[in-house]
């Protein structure tokens, strides 16, 4: 695997780490420059970590879970020799800065929680062998979040047939994830068991990460992949050029109401309209089963900037009166799968989610 610290222009074929551990410090890949620049920025505090995951230096539910993880681990670090009390204060607030730095991918606060077990397991430790404890957990979320994918993958590829033209909106490609991907995890098993699979990617408003992440991560890998503006899905549902649609999600509610990227419910109600099945890719650390139905997952409203142009370009008037919720809830009536690292529950409700926690 190719590693670009310097950043540059990305060469074709060229694999990238979406995060990394190395020396003492978190490395990311910065996701708001891609497909333009491969480059990754260097964290070695928490607070760093959760600003990254703010701006979107990091994005994906997985890849977010992974980065706090880390940010915990950071942290620790830092506080190694520490007293006790000091010590103790300095990690909870490492947990309140991550936690506050994006409100919907349940996996973040998944991750948090499964870092404060690391912490409260066992007997009281020094600080070092605490923070060692803390680091072994975070690459253990990052490996097993790669497997989990990979598991996935292989579920969801038996949903897709040979010849099959999938659409996908946001970016749930390796990107999003420790490796592999969720979404397109499952497309790139397909294509890896011999099916010939080719991709239709909405461009995904207004952070544009299927026009930027998700086109450039497929053509990284030879997928055959067409972009399309997200208003272009239903004139080729109609048409007959759409045989299935996946996507991933930030949280799956316990009755299956899926929380994505905004537009997806869109999607979700076209399908739905044109009879073509609609798939949602997630490991079980996204289901949040405290969270009953939809209407109770927070939905992050990000900065009016995002929609007023991108980058340094703004082609919208100043002023102007903007909304900018980055999520919306598809309710599980309209999804036809969950895909899971442990199998594919079909018409998802509470009963077949609660099955999947409950077998081993
Ligand atoms: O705002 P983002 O880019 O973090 O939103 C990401 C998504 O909506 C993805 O579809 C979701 O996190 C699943 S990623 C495997």
Redesign the pocket.
Known sequence: MNRDTAGGRPQHGQRFDTLRWVGAGLEMIDQRLLPARVEYRRYEDAAGVAAGIRS?VV????AIGCAAAYGIALAARALQGAAPAQFTAGLEAAFAQLAASRPT?VNLFWALARMRRAWEAGPAQDTAQLAARLLQEAHEILAEDLRINQAMGGHGATLLADGARVLTH???GAL??AGH??ALGVIRSAVAGGKRISVLADETRP?L?GARLTAWELMQDDIPVTLITDNMAGHLMATGEIDAVI????RVAANGDVA??IGTYMVAVLAHRHRIPFYVACPLSTIDLRTPDGSQIPIEERAATEVLGYGTQQWAPSGVAVRNP?FDVTPAELVTALITEKGVVHAPDREGILKLFATG
């Open positions: 979107m994005r994906g539910a997985p991918a946001c970016n749930a999003a994830t991907g969720t952070f990460q996507v991933g999600t930030d994505n990227k980055a």
